[in-house]
């Protein structure tokens, strides 16, 4: 509960209602996290490199455990085919493993000065590490930042994106009855002004790491700045997929259709350009609409080819982004036209 009692619903994005009242942090619950940090830092830095790693290893474990439930919560609070969704859940456990084995592996040096005297380096963690993360890939990039946090000797608050916190909630509480302690973990949901701003720039925060938007970046950075506090950001992309003459037709197809079309084409490093040999130009194309006029859309529980957008807001991005293409001059081959809740039915990318 939020010191103030203050809650937000998140939606199904499917159906456009509720599914749950989330607690809603504020400037003082970020205190109070970054406060049961600092305490968990000191916790979590008392064990053994060795033990840390145990407990990471018992987090991963824990993860596969509470699969099932995990994407299920997962597809019902961002959206995604449920089988996307299990592969988050697998991707999850994979981080928290791997870093898990590294724990006891981070050595310094000792660096040879003349005969007799040696100077050695010892790493320290920083202490206390602020993660926001962002709603397409909610569980992975939880784990994908907390996983070498943690292995390392920080404690870690985390704040979700406000559309889809379930996910990270969940495995904050997975990973204190695995073995973590108190404070290690920390998950504040909430939203950018009342959560993000005071958690990137307070006092006690040693680093900052965001992945999301370009403009949320440069404010996380001002905000940052003002404690001097180091930075990490992954912001948005625009990866290119290059197609050249001896490629297989069917290949590339299938190859274009993951990189652009998985998560709905909310992805950072979706194949959102495509430099393509003018040979293969009509054969890939022309595959490409067929494929893609045949996806299944729907409910991302009932596993379709592609789940719904995560919100209205992404909905009416992607919708004036259409309609800016159209009006420079694009071709619209498939879909282009919007479907909702009740009209929603399974073949509905028709062609143009």
Not at 26 to 47: H, I, K, M, N
Not at 81 to 98: D, G, K
Not at 132 to 140: L, R
Not at 299 to 309: C, K, S, Y
């Amino acid at each position: 509960m939020s010191a103030n009692g203050a809650t937000f619903v998140t939606e199904d994005p499917r159906v456009e209602e509720g599914l749950i009242d989330v607690a809603a942090a504020g400037p003082s619950d970020v205190d109070r996290a970054v406060d049961a940090a600092r305490e968990g830092a000191d916790a979590w830095q008392a064990l053994k490199p060795a033990e840390r790693g145990r407990r990471l290893h018992a987090v991963a474990e824990s993860i596969r455990e509470h699969k099932a439930e995990l994407a299920r919560m997962e597809s019902l609070d961002q959206g995604k085919p449920l089988s996307a969704a299990r592969n988050s859940i697998y991707t999850a456990a994979r981080y928290m493993e791997f870093f898990a084995g590294l724990a006891d592996k981070i050595h310094g040096n000792t660096i040879p000065l003349d005969g007799s005297r040696n100077s050695e380096t010892i790493p320290e963690p920083y202490g206390v590490s602020a993660q926001v993360t962002p709603w397409n890939y909610t569980i992975t990039q939880l784990t994908h930042g907390a996983a070498p946090a943690l292995a390392a000797g920080n404690a870690v608050v985390t704040k979700p994106a406000a559309q889809t916190p379930l996910t990270t909630v969940r495995v904050a509480q997975l990973a204190y009855d695995a073995g973590l302690p108190a404070g290690a973990l920390n998950a504040i949901p909430g939203f950018g002004p009342d959560a993000g701003e005071p958690l990137v720039s307070h006092d006690d925060v040693a680093v900052v790491t965001f992945t999301g938007g370009r403009m949320t970046g440069q404010r996380i950075m001002e905000s940052a700045a003002t404690q001097m506090t180091p930075v990490t950001l992954e912001l948005g992309g625009k990866s290119p997929a290059v197609v050249f003459d001896e490629a297989e037709v069917d290949q590339v197809v299938n190859n274009l259709l993951l990189g652009i079309l998985r998560d709905a084409g909310q992805t950072c490093s979706a194949s959102s350009r495509l430099l393509l040999a003018e040979s293969l130009h009509d054969q890939v194309v022309n595959q490409f609409v067929v494929r893609a006029t045949d996806y299944d859309l729907g409910h991302g529980v009932d596993n379709p080819d592609m789940g719904p957008l995560v919100s209205e807001e992404q909905f009416e991005t992607v919708t004036v982004y259409i309609e800016i293409g159209k009006r420079e001059g694009a071709t619209l081959r498939a879909g282009g036209e919007t479907t909702r809740p009740s009209i929603l039915s399974s073949r509905q990318c028709s062609p143009a």
